[in-house]
């Protein structure tokens, strides 16, 4: 009940596999604090409880996005029509850092949520639908298999493996790659039989440097657009938002990217800039630019990841294949 912007009471839950750790904070700054088992009967239990406390009140829910165990306590607070939001835990460690606060315990967590989510009111969140859901799922689990595939790839190079080791890396390397090819191909056969899904994948293609996988990635990863209010928002969410740290008049860092975003976006998108960087009119002038100004290599790879994702957010928006001429005038 009620919006975020009229949220007087602030829910802070710390989310664990078994448990949620919940803090009420108020208007007067009070905090009420009570554990609840995180199933379903604790979320029906959470959610009684935060009513009874702040009785007829708009209260904000917010905690950190931990995967399959926030996902369900944020689906039932939504379901029963309350603002809820998903933060990354990157930005509420920030702000905890930035109010001072050292105690690490789950009570102190779900408090330093609650003044998170009072002092920055994070965005409600909005739960993917269920073609997403899936599509979501299985690209996780193609990274995942991927990851193991790179780690076992690594223990190849051991000078000390036996030949029978050796084999059984070999055979499992095989079993990897084999599986996450399929759960790939798994993943964009829900793309093609969503309509919606395959329309966006088409635009993001159309983007040099963006190629099937990448493209799946971000129709998981990134919110539909008409969640996002614009590009720099989109690059924001993946964490490729520029941070520059200044203190006085003489103390002055590297600006630097946030990385305060989801970092499996983030990951997917390095290796396709370097693509795009070689191949794509837009990205390939503006890395050759910010080198030529004499940015460090590094920082011009992130510039462009951040540009790429704006690049995506823009034909998804404007539902236009990718120009270059239109793209370098918006962004470039």
Same mark, same amino acid.
């Given at each position: ?9 602030? /829910?802070?839950?710390? *989310? ?5 750790? &919940? ?27 935060? %009513? ?22 944020? +689906? ?13 835990? &990157? ?24 003044? $998170? ?42 000078? %000390? ?13 095989? $079993?990897?790659?084999?599986? &996450?090819?399929? *759960? ?5 056969? *829900?793309? /093609? ?9 088409? !635009? ?12 799946? +990635?971000? !129709? ?25 740290? +200044?203190?006085?008049?003489? *103390? ?18 390095? !290796? ?13 002038? $503006? ?46």
């Amino acid at each position: 009940m009620g919006n975020a912007s009229t949220a007087s009471h602030f /829910a802070g839950i710390d *989310v664990s596999k078994a448990t949620l750790d &919940a803090g009420l904070l108020g208007p007067g700054g009070a905090t009420r604090a009570k554990r609840f088992a995180n199933d379903a009967r604790g979320h029906a239990a959470l959610l009684a409880w935060a %009513d009874r406390h702040a009785p007829g009140a708009a209260v904000h829910f917010c905690m950190e996005a931990t995967g399959p165990y926030s996902a369900a306590i944020a +689906t039932f607070l939504h379901g029963a029509g309350r603002v809820v939001s998903v933060a990354n835990p &990157a930005r509420v460690r920030a702000h905890m850092r930035a109010c001072g606060q050292a105690n690490k315990t789950d009570p102190a967590d779900a408090r330093a949520i609650a003044t $998170f989510c009072r002092d920055r009111r994070p965005r409600p969140w909005v739960p993917p639908s269920p073609e997403v859901r899936q599509l979501q799922g299985l690209v996780r689990r193609r990274d995942d298999l991927r990851r193991m595939a790179a780690a076992e790839k690594a223990r190849l190079d051991a000078p %000390d493996l036996t030949p029978a080791a050796r084999a059984s890396i070999a055979r499992a390397l095989r $079993f990897l790659s084999r599986e &996450a090819d399929r *759960v790939q191909a798994e993943a964009e056969a *829900v793309v /093609a039989a969503t309509p919606g899904l395959a329309a966006d994948c088409e !635009l993001l293609e159309s983007v040099k440097g963006v190629g099937r996988q990448t493209a799946t +990635t971000v !129709l998981a990863e990134l919110p539909p657009v008409g969640q996002l209010p614009s590009a720099e928002s989109a690059a924001a969410y993946c964490g490729l938002a520029p941070s520059e740290f +200044t203190s006085g008049k003489s *103390v002055r860092k590297r600006t630097r990217l946030s990385k305060a975003g989801n970092a499996r976006l983030r990951a997917a998108l390095y !290796l396709p800039t370097l693509t795009a960087i070689r191949f794509n009119p837009v990205l390939k002038a $503006f890395f050759e630019r910010l080198v030529a100004a004499g940015k460090p290599r590094m920082q011009a790879v992130g510039a462009c990841m951040r540009k790429l994702v704006m690049l995506c957010y823009g034909v998804l928006k404007n539902r236009a294949p990718f120009d270059p001429a239109w793209s370098s005038r918006k962004i470039g």
